[in-house]
């Protein structure tokens, strides 16, 4: 189960996860968890940025985790996909 301050990153435009970052702040969250897998964890840094340097300036780059997570595909393969995490606080 997730956690409500986490934003997932996937297809949709970078903005709409900044909006939605943003709202988590307006809400008055103090932490917000960027996930991101794969081709998306640029878009993931890319929302941190936009975030941190356009809209929310008190925000601060808390943590960055990131991770190598083994998937099975459907024919039993394993394949290696990296994964980050950002946290950003006010």
């Known amino acids: 189960m997730a956690d409500e301050n986490t934003v997932f990153i996937g297809n949709k435009q970078t903005m709409d996860y900044v909006q ?17 897998r794969g081709r998306a964890i640029s878009k993931a840094v890319d929302v941190a940025e936009i975030t941190r340097n356009r809209f929310f300036e008190e925000a601060d780059v808390d943590d960055i985790m990131t991770e190598t997570e083994e998937l099975q595909d459907e024919e039993g393969n394993t394949n290696n996909v990296s994964s980050i995490e950002i946290t950003l606080s006010r």
Request: no cysteine.
């Open 20 to 36: 939605a970052v943003m709202m988590q702040f307006n809400n008055g969250e103090n932490d917000v968890v960027i996930k991101a």
